[in-house]
């Protein structure tokens, strides 16, 4: 168990990612992980249609409600934990959303590249 509170991409702290709709593999609002998340949703991105109908074609929908999960589907906008390797599919589809790197948990430098997170920033200077 950690004993202090995780990083995000940039060695800061990392910072709330969407509480409505409340994201994160364990709901907190944050894209934290642990040994349960195995797809490692550890990117806070800004959604886009683009990157809905995408996700969706690749099997995961998440712009359906489904209430027994007390999941209530997204819209272009909202922000949302996604797994690293998604993100990285996006991109290399062309369709990757734009992500919040002070939500962005550092573990997701593991598959991706800082480069392309800064690239796709909403949150970032262009020093």
Known sequence: MQSQEPNNVLGGPLRPCSTDPKTGFYRTGR???????????????????AFLQFTKAQGNDLSTPRPAWNFPGLDPGDRWCLCAARWQEALEADV???????????????????EDLKAHARDVSTS
């Open 31 to 49: 894209c934290e992980t642990g040994p349960d998340d195995t797809g490692s949703h550890v990117v806070c991105a800004e959604m886009t249609e």
């Open 96 to 114: 990757a959303p734009p992500v919040v790197l002070e939500a962005t948990h550092e573990n997701a430098l593991d598959l991706l590249a800082l």
